[in-house]
């Protein structure tokens, strides 16, 4: 049982280039969530899936698009990357519908932009 | 804009002194949660407290919600060393169970 996976680790991209953040989990959980954390901002939304399907704005979605592949995966896609989306990226899923709203967390992709 | 705010921003205590640090909010919530991370880590979920509770506690972890005031309060007690971390509270409204973190307060516990 991996939990939440995220690829890659790292990444370094060029201002204009494009991307794609992968994230899975095994958990068969039905709501996931992708945010970004800068330095002294903690984490924001950008955007999530409340189940397979179905996607939706969080506070930060400009310059990103997702797509719920599968109730497992949940990509985040930069079109066109700007120095602005330097930061560290973080997968969430949770059991919609349980009693508890614990999130797990991947261990994040670290992105620069130059 | 941030829902969640926590402070102080940063606490520096010894090992076996107690921690607290507060996180106030300001629309009405259904759950808060407190998560920790660990430098270069995700979060790990640490305790929930609904909005009909008023204190709970898991171990060395205490945590007070007051909505009247719109603040909750984790108490670590008897801190270790394996407790630096940063600590953030969330909260939500339900829904679809949309989480809104907070800024965070990093711990240091000096051995």
């Known amino acids: 049982n991996a939990g939440v996976t995220q690829t890659p680790k790292f990444q370094v991209l060029k201002t204009g280039q494009s991307m794609t953040l992968q994230c899975a989990q095994d958990m068969n959980h039905n709501s996931m969530y992708w945010y970004r954390q800068d330095p002294g901002m903690g984490l924001r939304l950008i955007y999530y899936s409340a189940s397979e399907g179905t996607t939706d704005k969080g506070e930060v979605p400009n310059g990103y698009n997702v797509s719920r592949l599968n109730k497992r995966e949940f990509s985040l896609r930069l079109e066109s990357a700007a120095p602005s989306q330097t930061s560290v990226y973080f997968c969430a899923s949770i059991l919609s519908g349980g009693t508890y709203n614990e999130q797990f967390f991947g261990p994040g992709t670290r992105l620069t932009v130059l | 804009s941030q829902q969640g705010e926590e402070d102080p921003q940063a606490l520096s205590i010894q090992e076996g002194e107690n921690a607290t640090m507060n996180c106030s909010y300001k629309?009405?919530?259904?759950?808060l949660q407190w998560y920790r991370q660990n430098s270069g880590r995700g979060l790990v979920h640490l305790i929930l407290?609904?909005?009909?509770?008023r204190e709970k506690h898991s171990g060395r972890l205490r945590v007070t919600l007051d909505t009247s005031k719109k603040s909750s309060s984790l108490l670590i007690t008897a801190s270790r060393a394996a407790d630096t971390a940063s600590y953030f509270c969330a909260t939500d409204a339900g829904g679809y169970q949309k989480v809104t973190f907070g800024t965070g307060t990093k711990l240091q516990v000096i051995p």
């Open positions: 407290i609904r909005s009909n509770e």
């Open positions: 629309t009405s919530i259904n759950n």
